[in-house]
C-alpha cells in the first residue's frame, strides 16, 4: 500500500497560482474522498505574513475560500480593531481538506490526525517557499506544532516571537476556539491583545524593508 503524502502532487518551484492549480487534484490522503474541494491559501504572493490555521471548516469546504465562516469572521473583526489589514496576509491551512464526521445532516469538524498532518505538508512548505513570507502566524495548536514543533504550549507561549529558520513566528489561539469559549468576552479580548503584538511585529518588519 502507497504511504499517504502530498509531494508528488507538488509541482517544483512552482508559484502560488500554480501550486493551487496543482493541489486541487492532491489525493496523498483520504481525507480528498469526502471533502467538497481542495482549500488552498489566498492572499498576495509576495506577502510578508503568512497566516496559518489548522484545516477549512464546513463554509471553506462550500465555497473554496479560507476563513469565510463563523471564525472567519471573526478573525476579521479581530483584525480590524488590532490595526491588521487582512487583504495584506497570506491566509492558509496546514491541511487543505476538511475532516469532518455527520451528524444528522450537520458536518461536525473531527481534528485532523498525525498522518494527515505529515501527509499535507509539502504544501504548506511550498506556499512558504514560494511566498517567502518574514513572520508566520499560527492560529491554535496543529499549525503552531507544525510550525515549531510537538512541544509548543500555546497556553503558556501565545503572543511571544520566536524565531525560525527563514522567519519569526508569532502564535495565538485559533478563532474558533474563541467561539467556543465560555467566557467569550475574555477570550476575545486575549485574542486580540496577541493580534495587536502581531501587528507591532509587522510595522517592525515593515520599517526595516
Known amino acids: 500500500m502507497r504511504a499517504p503524502g502530498a509531494a508528488e502532487y507538488v509541482p517544483t518551484g512552482a508559484d502560488i497560482a500554480d501550486l493551487r492549480a496543482a493541489a486541487r487534484a492532491c489525493h ?3 481525507l480528498y474522498r469526502h471533502a467538497t ?3 488552498f491559501g489566498e492572499g498576495p504572493a509576495s506577502a510578508d505574513v ?3 490555521g489548522e484545516q477549512p471548516g464546513d463554509h471553506e469546504d462550500i465555497d473554496g475560500h479560507p476563513f469565510v465562516g463563523p471564525a472567519g469572521r471573526l478573525l476579521d ?3 480590524a480593531e488590532a490595526g491588521i489589514d ?3 496576509l497570506y491566509l ?3 491541511v487543505k481538506h476538511f475532516k469532518f464526521e455527520e451528524r444528522g445532516k450537520r458536518r461536525i469538524h473531527k481534528q485532523p490526525g498525525r498522518t494527515e498532518i505529515v501527509a499535507c505538508s509539502p504544501w504548506f512548505d511550498a506556499e512558504i517557499d514560494a511566498v517567502r513570507p518574514q513572520l508566520v502566524v499560527c492560529l491554535g495548536a496543529v499549525a503552531a506544532h507544525a510550525v515549531l514543533g510537538p ?3 500555546i497556553t503558556a507561549e501565545r503572543g511571544e516571537t520566536h524565531t525560525a529558520e527563514r522567519f519569526s513566528v508569532i502564535a495565538t489561539v485559533h478563532p474558533s476556539a474563541v467561539l467556543r469559549a465560555p467566557d467569550r468576552t475574555a477570550a476575545y479580548a486575549d485574542f486580540v491583545r496577541d493580534l495587536r503584538r502581531v501587528e507591532a511585529a509587522i510595522r517592525g518588519l515593515r520599517g526595516n524593508a
Open 92 to 94: 492558509t491551512n496546514v
Open 86 to 88: 487582512r487583504d495584506r
Open 151 to 153: 512541544t509548543f504550549k
Open 77 to 79: 473583526r479581530a483584525l
Open 28 to 30: 496523498g490522503c483520504d
Open 37 to 39: 474541494q481542495t482549500v
Open 50 to 52: 503568512v497566516m496559518v
